[in-house]
């Protein structure tokens, strides 16, 4: 078949699309770039928040019609398809082939039933996709999976109900897939996770998460980032891992969701801001040259004006570098969908501006701090006017230098000039004058 495949939500979900494609393309399919050229529609799709699911149920309305028109299959996979609410929709649009996060190897049984028995439904979660390991991707930064699914319960996320409990992956299975993509020449690897600090926990004969690093960063690949992260399960470990060793960045995303202990509570999130800021104050002890990024939710139910302020506080004692805001939006299915009435519109997005305002300050703040120093930054690729090319530093700042200094993609010292709370503007230094070591995998 001709397919297509369309992605929305998070990285472990391109993680996914990339295995999804993989898969078809072992079958003997075909991928479109084009959704008029396919025979099959794949939506990966995408549940944590109210918008990316309308999104879904918008396309599912006018693939509805298209098919009427001429012969089209449809699958809906990912995380809206686990729930109740992606069954329904299944039922609604006349889906064929209806497959979870924890069955995407399903999708070829899946195609061949279509022609036997009609519609597919596969909502396990298979223990294959532990050991599967993908072709590595022909790109500089590359996805790994280390563990699927979460156990904590906060009372916002239908994440627990969609990808089901944690599961981590062999080592084993995940060093075959380091090594792979090294040897295919990716130079950033990014160990993916609902939660990856808790990779192994309680599991005989697997390493601690802060020592997977170390066996990952031994690949020789030359930069190791990981997402994402939990405060109750970052442990100093991880810390003096990052410090001992050089090709983990310096660059740490640790949601904290709210500064207040009330709304924390209420989200059932089990640290609190005191134990928060006593991990960023180890961190900015043992690594202080550490990118720090964060998750923020405004307008959780019963939030105050007080509440707000705390988060608001929060933020200037941390000093984010960056941080994704989020307004509150209700999940049916979660306990706070269910049990708390949900804060009117204008309060919500008021407060959000606010936020944003903050943050802008503090990312120019902090990435000023830059100008006149060299950073090692991973140029990826021409910018959309085409003036700059783009990439990443260690510390995963978007750097930007004028085109016509980079001739191929690749690590290259940069020295900044401008700042912006955004990216960071600067030119390749000469060979003679770089002062920052470059490793490249071959
Ligand atoms: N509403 C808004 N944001 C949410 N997130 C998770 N669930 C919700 C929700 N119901 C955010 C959290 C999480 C990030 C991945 O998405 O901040 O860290
Ligand atoms: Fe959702 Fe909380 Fe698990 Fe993150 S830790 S996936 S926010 S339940």
Redo the contacts with the bound molecule.
């Keep these: 078949m001709r397919a297509h495949v369309i992605t929305y939500g998070?990285q472990m979900n391109e993680y996914d699309t990339h295995t999804i494609l993989s898969e078809l393309v072992a079958g003997g399919h075909e991928i479109v770039t084009s959704p008029h050229d396919a025979e099959l529609m794949v939506l990966n799709t995408c549940a944590?928040?109210g918008k990316p699911v309308e999104k879904v149920v918008t396309l599912l309305g006018e693939l509805r019609k298209e098919k009427q028109r001429r012969p089209l299959a449809v699958a809906l996979m990912g995380c809206l398809a686990q729930l109740e609410e992606g069954q329904a929709l299944a039922k609604k649009f006349a889906v064929d082939i209806l497959i979870g996060p924890g069955a995407i190897t399903d999708i070829l049984p899946a195609i061949e039933a279509l022609e036997t028995q009609g519609r597919y439904t596969s909502l396990a979660f298979k223990g294959d996709l532990l050991t599967h390991i993908p072709p590595a991707p022909a790109t500089l930064t590359g996805f790994l999976t280390i563990m699927r699914g979460c156990n904590h319960r906060c009372t916002?996320?239908?994440v627990p109900t969609s990808r089901g409990p944690e599961v981590s992956r062999p080592v084993e299975a995940i060093l075959n897939e380091a090594e792979a993509m090294r040897s295919a020449g990716v130079q950033e690897i990014y160990l993916l996770g609902q939660n990856v600090n808790s990779y192994g926990l309680g599991l005989p004969g697997y390493p601690s998460f802060a020592e997977l690093l170390k066996l990952v960063a031994a690949t020789g690949i030359p930069r190791v980032k990981f997402t994402?992260s939990h405060p109750m399960n970052f442990t100093s470990d991880i810390i003096d891992a990052i410090a001992e060793t050089p090709n983990v960045c310096d660059f740490i995303h640790l949601?904290v969701?709210s500064g207040s202990d009330r709304v924390l509570r209420r989200m059932a999130r089990e640290y609190r801001r005191e134990r928060y800021l006593a991990i960023i104050a180890e961190i900015k002890a043992k690594l202080p040259e550490a990118v720090l990024s964060t998750?923020i939710?405004v307008g959780f139910p019963g939030e105050t004006e007080e509440d707000f302020q705390a988060t608001l506080s929060l933020y200037d004692e941390v000093q984010f570098d960056s941080a994704?805001m989020?307004?509150?939006?209700a999940?049916p299915g979660?306990p706070s969908y269910q049990h708390f009435t949900d804060l009117p519109k204008a309060i919500k997005t008021e407060r959000l501006q606010r936020l944003i305002e903050r943050q802008k300050y503090w990312s120019q703040q902090r990435n000023q701090r830059w100008v006149g120093r060299e950073l090692r930054v991973l140029l990826k690729q021409p910018s959309d006017d085409g003036g700059y090319n783009v990439g990443h530093s260690d510390q995963n700042h978007t750097v930007l230098v004028p085109n016509e200094q980079v001739t191929g993609v690749g690590l290259y010292p940069v020295v900044i000039e401008q700042a912006t709370p955004h990216a960071l503007y600067g030119s390749v230094v000469s060979a003679e004058r770089q002062r920052l070591p470059l490793l490249m995998a071959s």
């Design positions: 998070c944590v928040r916002y996320c239908i994402t949601p969701q998750d939710m994704y989020f307004i509150y939006s999940r979660t």
